[in-house]
């Protein structure tokens, strides 16, 4: 996933290349980061060391769509613009996740709740199965439209970095 995030004029590309492990990079510099989830709209995000409590909502007046937001990072607010260049870049090339997709947990945990059952059709950003790890809870979202063929997991089951959870065709 590729993002494009202007913030007071100033634009940073930020990558996520691999999610098992996490590997992230900023201007196309590997960058040190880990990123949790704690509540919609409220994230944990230590970046070369250091912790940032992040807040994000749509910014007002705009379309949820819009991609503007408003960030506030450690109480310091901001208006951002984010653009996913990943979701463009497909668009534009035609392509789109195809085939199985096995889903996976991003870390060590407890699955806490399943959303989604066997044979139910699911929406690319849909939530599919919320993960307990180090008392936060993590929304695994669905990477594609499509529809899920095969639940692995079962509310209260302790799953390991990179067990898979569900597979969505």
């Known amino acids: 996933m590729k993002f494009s995030v202007t913030i007071h004029g100033q634009e940073r590309t930020v990558e996520l290349r691999s999610q098992n492990p996490p590997e992230f990079f900023i201007d196309g510099v590997k960058t040190e980061a880990q990123l949790v ?99 936060m809870q993590n929304e695994i979202k669905c990477p594609k439209d499509g529809k899920v063929i095969k639940v692995n997991v079962r509310e209260g089951q302790a799953v390991n970095s990179g067990d898979s959870l569900l597979i969505v065709e």
């Open 37 to 135: 989830q704690l509540q919609p709209g409220l994230y944990s995000i230590i970046l070369d060391g250091k912790s940032y409590e992040v807040r994000v909502a749509s910014a007002p007046g705009t379309e949820s769509n819009s991609g503007e937001y408003d960030v506030a990072v450690n109480g310091v607010s901001s208006t951002a613009l984010v653009r996913d260049l990943s979701r463009r870049v497909r668009h534009k090339a035609g392509l789109a996740l195809e085939g199985k997709q096995d889903i996976k947990a991003p870390m060590p945990g407890k699955v806490l709740r399943v959303l989604v059952s066997e044979n139910q059709t699911v929406q690319a950003g849909s939530g599919l199965v919320v993960v307990e790890a180090m008392k």
